[in-house]
């Protein structure tokens, strides 16, 4: 009798299955173009940066973060500049600081949608502000760089699934006390 109610289950999942097939309409598309809804790509438009934060001051605290074991470099964020527009960019302070002291300074963004970071401005010759002529278009992040502190910033920090991992005082808080993405995996 087992067999019987088995034998007819399988006889009517497979008509079921047929009849659902053949109300589809036919088409010569290929399946494996199938795009998801979160992949199309969209009219994105950036943000306008018009102002500025203030330039990080020496000795200023700086959130310091681990880029790579072989540099000698140190990397630190400067809380205050970092935001999250609602373009899905992170923007933010670095400052990269040399064992002599020598310091790089950088307004930058990263888009966590793609992958990619650019810089907006740079500390000017004289330290004293900053300067807008050296700013960059797009650019892919790169993993394998010694110095890939952008790498570092989106893994860790910044973005997490393609968007931003939180509000500005949430990345600012994660990175204040190394809660890096991975550490908050359970």
């Known amino acids: 009798m087992k067999r019987f109610a088995l034998a007819v289950a399988c006889v009517a999942t497979g008509a079921l299955l047929a009849a659902c097939s053949s109300t589809q309409p036919k088409t010569n598309q290929d399946d494996s173009v199938f795009t998801y809804l979160f992949d199309k ?16 001051q020496p000795g200023a605290r700086l959130l310091p973060f681990d880029v790579s074991q072989n540099t000698p470099l140190s990397f630190g964020v400067d809380p205050g500049s970092v935001s999250v ?21 950088n307004y930058e963004g990263i888009r966590c949608d793609t992958y990619e970071w650019r810089q907006y401005a740079g500390l000017n010759a004289d330290h004293d502000g900053w300067d807008r002529t050296v700013a960059t278009d797009w650019k892919r992040i790169e993993n394998g ?34 809660r890096t993405a991975t550490s908050l995996i359970h």
Not at 45 to 51: C, Q
Not at 89 to 99: F, G, K
Not at 148 to 153: D, F, P
């Open 41 to 56: 790509p969209a009219n994105w438009t950036e943000n306008k940066v018009e102002t500025l934060p203030p330039l990080p």
């Open 85 to 105: 527009g609602s373009d899905g960019v992170v923007r933010y302070t670095v400052v990269i600081t040399s064992p002599s002291g020598a310091r790089n300074v």
């Open 145 to 178: 760089n010694l110095n890939a502190y952008q790498a570092a910033l989106y893994q860790d920090y910044f973005c997490a699934n393609k968007i931003p991992t939180g509000s500005a005082p949430r990345i600012v808080e994660n990175m204040r006390y190394k």
